[in-house]
C-alpha cells in the first residue's frame, strides 16, 4: 500500500460556489498549462503511511505552497490539525490512541476548511474564506486552480491507482479501497496534476469529470479552493466584492479581509537560497510571462531552481 486513507464523506453543508467569482466575469483568463509546484522537491509523508492524516497533510501541502516552498509544516502541526477531528490520537502505534485506532477516524474536509477560517493552523494563519468548486466541470477546476493557486480535492481511490501510482495517471479502474484527500497543482490540456504520498502525478481527464464518485464509485468527489491572506493583495475589487456577496449570501456573515499581509515566511532551517527561491517560484509560475523582456529572466530562475533541486 502506497499510504493511508483518511478522508471522510463530504458533509456537503452550505458552501461557498467558486461560480461566484466566475460568473461576475472578474477571472482572469487561465492559461493552457500550469504548475504551481514547479521546481520544488522534498515532499514528506508527515504521517499518512500510518494515519488517516490525509487531510491535514494536504493542509501542509497547501500552506508550503502558499510561500513559495519556502517553509512546510511539521508532522507536530499536521497532528495538531488532525486531532482537532480526531482529539484522542496520538502516535503510540498499537495503542488504543493509535494508528488505525478508533481514535485514527479520518477528517472532513469541509469542517476542517471552517476551521481553518474561524481559528486558523497552527502555523499562525487563518484562512479567509473558501468556496466550492464544481469537480466534474475541467475548465472550471483549471480556472479555480490558476486563481488560487492549488486546488483540495477529495477522491475516491483504487487499487488499480494504487497499483499504478505515481507512474500513470488515476483512472476509474479498479476497486474503490477509500476515500482521500489530495492536493491539485497543475494541469494539460487532458489531466489534472497532484501532489499526494510524497509524489507529484496526475488524474486522467475521466477521473475528474467522472460522476461516479457521487455513488461511492472512483473519481473525484469534492474540489475546493481556498482564500489565503497571500492572495488577498492580488484580488481586483471586483473579485473581492463578488467574494463578499457570496460570504453574505452563505454565510450571513461579513468577509473579514486582512489589514495587512502575512508576514513574511520563515524559511525552513537549512533550506538553501530561500529568500531568492520565494522571489523565483513566482516568476517561473507564469505571474510574469506578460511583461516584456521577462522570459529571459524566468527561463533563467527555472534553471537556477532546477540545479538548486527547488
Known sequence: ??????????????????????DAGVLPPHPESYDSISGMTGWLML????????????????????????TYPSLDMVTEVY???????????????????AADGGMEIQTLLEHLVKVGGPDGVKAIAFAKVDHTNLEELKAALATFGCLWL????????????????WTTDGSVEGGHSITGTGYDALRVLMETWASEA???????????????????EEAWVVLWPEHAAGLT?????????????????TIVWPDAPP???????????????????????HLHTSIAGNSKMRAALKTWLAEKGL
Open 237 to 253: 475589487d471586483a473579485q473581492k466584492a463578488a467574494l463578499a456577496a457570496a460570504y453574505m449570501e452563505v454565510t450571513g456573515k
Open 263 to 285: 508576514p513574511a515566511p520563515v524559511p525552513i532551517p537549512g533550506y538553501p537560497d530561500a529568500a531568492l527561491a520565494a522571489v523565483a517560484h513566482p516568476w517561473v509560475r
Open 202 to 220: 496526475a488524474l486522467a481527464d475521466a477521473y475528474v469529470t467522472t460522476t461516479k464518485a457521487a455513488n461511492g464509485g472512483a473519481g473525484v
Open 1 to 22: 500500500m502506497t499510504g493511508q486513507f483518511g478522508r471522510r464523506p463530504p458533509k456537503n453543508a452550505p458552501a461557498i460556489p467558486f461560480r461566484a467569482v466566475r
Open 47 to 70: 504521517g499518512n503511511a500510518q494515519a488517516g492524516d490525509c487531510v491535514a497533510v494536504t493542509w501542509a501541502t497547501i500552506r508550503r505552497i502558499m510561500t513559495h516552498g519556502v
Open 83 to 101: 486531532k482537532t477531528q480526531n482529539p484522542d490520537f496520538d502516535w503510540n502505534g498499537g495503542s488504543r490512541t493509535g494508528p488505525g485506532s
Open 154 to 169: 477529495g477522491v475516491n481511490v483504487t487499487d488499480v491507482n494504487q497499483q499504478e501510482f505515481p507512474d500513470q495517471p
